[in-house]
């Protein structure tokens, strides 16, 4: 069980136009996802906090109107990279946590979408 | 504020040598402590978790064990194949207010040769 889907595993866009990514938790609800987009040295950074009916939180450094992110269900998250640049290219994954757990519980991630920008 | 820190890869070792990777953290509160592992091209899998002081996580012959008083949880495994080799992260997650933070390490890169 906890299976978290993320789609399209991979995209290459033009510079200029919008991507949207999807992330789906299959067999469970999920009042919260996380998005990270990961660098080539492998770190990974959380980009936001997603909420199920509410607004995004933020990290520090993340721009809110260029990665927009839409918690419409308990089952389904989306980020769209607005404007894409080439500088947006990179690995982005997302990951559920099951509603009604607390932080002892660990995180369900999806297998990443790989975005470049042409 | 909270961070993790583990040593830094890439880590080459033949097939069943024995296996270290630090992971050390900082934190306020009584997080809890969790190694996920990424195979090439796909997304995190959690391998193991500890949730409070002296616990011991253990999977598909990996341990850690949760070192309150040296603030660590070093991952280890008697003898690697080659199908371990992956990146694996050390992560923390803890409460703050109402919600809870996951805080992840960058990850060491493991080598494995046959």
């Known amino acids: 069980g906890a299976v978290v889907s993320q789609h399209p595993s991979w995209v290459i866009c033009k510079s200029g136009t919008s991507v949207k990514i999807e992330c789906r938790s299959l067999d469970f609800q999920a009042t919260t996802m996380f998005w990270y987009r990961q660098f080539p040295k492998q770190s990974l950074m959380l980009m936001a906090t997603?909420?199920?009916?509410?607004?995004?939180?933020?990290e520090q450094g993340v721009e809110k109107d260029k990665f927009l992110i839409n918690h419409a269900s308990l089952t389904l998250s989306t980020l769209t990279v607005t404007s894409a640049h080439p500088e947006d290219s990179s690995f982005y994954i997302c990951?559920?946590?099951?509603?009604?757990?607390?932080?002892?519980?660990?995180?369900?991630f999806g297998n990443g979408t790989r975005l470049t920008v042409t | 504020g909270n961070s993790v820190t583990q040593m830094e890869g890439p880590v080459t070792l033949s097939e069943e040598a024995f296996l270290t990777i630090n992971c050390t953290y900082t934190a306020t509160g009584y997080p809890s402590l969790f190694w996920y592992v990424q195979y090439p091209g796909e997304g995190l899998q959690l391998l193991l978790k500890a949730t409070k002081a002296d616990d011991k996580g253990s999977n598909k012959g990996f341990e850690a064990t949760y070192r309150k008083e040296t603030t660590s949880f070093h991952l280890e495994k008697g003898s690697v194949q080659v199908s371990d080799s992956a990146v694996y992260f050390c992560?923390?997650?803890?409460?703050?207010?109402?919600?809870?933070?996951?805080?992840f390490g960058t990850g060491t890169r493991l080598k494995v040769l046959a």
């Open positions: 990951s559920a946590s099951r509603t009604g757990v607390d932080y002892n519980s660990p995180l369900h």
């Open positions: 997603s909420n199920e009916g509410s607004k995004a939180t933020y």
């Open positions: 992560a923390l997650s803890d409460r703050r207010g109402g919600t809870y933070k996951y805080i």
